[in-house]
């Protein structure tokens, strides 16, 4: 099986859900409820692994961990990238830097 790491991580917001749970005071186990309930199937172990780096975090699970934890998508992975972002002279990871066209007028952002 092909494994899925960026720069050594298998998510690199694992820091950021963690504060957020802790900011709220929930334990682990209280915010798989809270997925649960947005029919996100996962439990205290899989919240455990997310938090400790030894498991992946979809698209539709951070979306949701984000409603969960009242965080701003855009702003989460902002300090995601700056904590774990391109090391300089990355080979595997040339070009990433590039600006993508999102089709919108300037100024505006999905928010």
Known sequence: MRKLEYLENKNICHRQ????????GLSQTE????????????????ISRVENN????????LLCFCDVLGLDLFELLRQCRA??????????HAGCEKK????????LSYR
């Open 54 to 61: 030894r498991r992946i975090v979809t698209d539709f699970e």
């Open 17 to 24: 859900i963690r504060h957020a749970r802790l900011a709220l």
């Open 83 to 92: 904590q774990s972002g391109p090391q300089e002279g990355a080979a595997s």
């Open 31 to 46: 915010l798989a409820a809270k997925m649960q309930e947005k029919k996100v199937c996962l439990d205290q172990q899989m």
């Open 100 to 107: 993508i066209d999102t089709g919108l007028p300037s100024g």
